[in-house]
């Protein structure tokens, strides 16, 4: 396996190059686990937020980031799109989405108390990378038919034509590969 070295939030990782079809490959970001890294780039991504009243990301990749960015900042609470409907969830409404790491048409949803929670109030969404922007997409979209007023787009890496839109911030670019692990 080709490993990426990649410098973020002052702290090198070496991430797997994994394939998407035959002739495009990813560098596989993972915070899931890496306590040390999360709350490195929650901190770094905390001073360039604007100000906000509730985080909201997509399940589940982006929920430590959001978890401890809501922490730091002594949130009480943060908004999650999930993936599915949970037997708790009332009055729900939800999108479609297709993400660059998934083979098939997913949907995410919101839960209509966390719904009339972003009613007016300024919404901050948060995830790991942005890539095509379609979970983006998705997530805008929840917060746009909640009512919320969204303040500002973060992650922690922007992978691939992410990195050259002027609508999100992040700490740093990750590239695309081909199938010998070059930058392409």
Do not use: W
């Not at 809501?70 to 409404?93: C, H, N, P, S």
């Amino acid at each position: 396996m080709k490993y990426y070295k990649m410098n973020v939030a002052g702290l090198t990782r070496e991430l797997p190059i994994c394939p998407v079809n035959d002739k495009l490959y990813i560098a596989g970001f993972v915070i899931f686990g890496d306590q040390e890294l999360t709350v490195a780039c929650a901190a770094e991504l905390l001073k360039k937020a604007p100000d906000y009243d509730y985080i909201i990301t997509a399940e589940a990749k982006g929920i430590p980031l959001a978890h401890e960015m809501a922490r730091q900042r002594g949130d009480k609470k943060y908004i999650l799109a999930r993936k599915g409907i949970k037997l708790y969830m009332t009055d729900v409404f939800g999108v479609e989405v297709r993400s660059i790491t998934t083979n098939k048409v997913q949907n995410l949803y919101i839960d209509g108390s966390d719904a009339s929670l972003m009613k007016g109030k300024r919404i901050l969404i948060v995830d790991d990378v942005i890539s095509t922007g379609e979970s983006l997409r998705a997530v805008e979209e929840l917060v746009n038919k909640a009512g919320g007023v969204i303040v500002g787009k973060m992650a922690i890496l922007a992978e691939g034509e992410a990195a050259d839109r002027k609508d999100i911030v992040y700490l740093e670019k990750l590239p695309l590969f081909d199938a010998e692990g070059n930058v392409i």
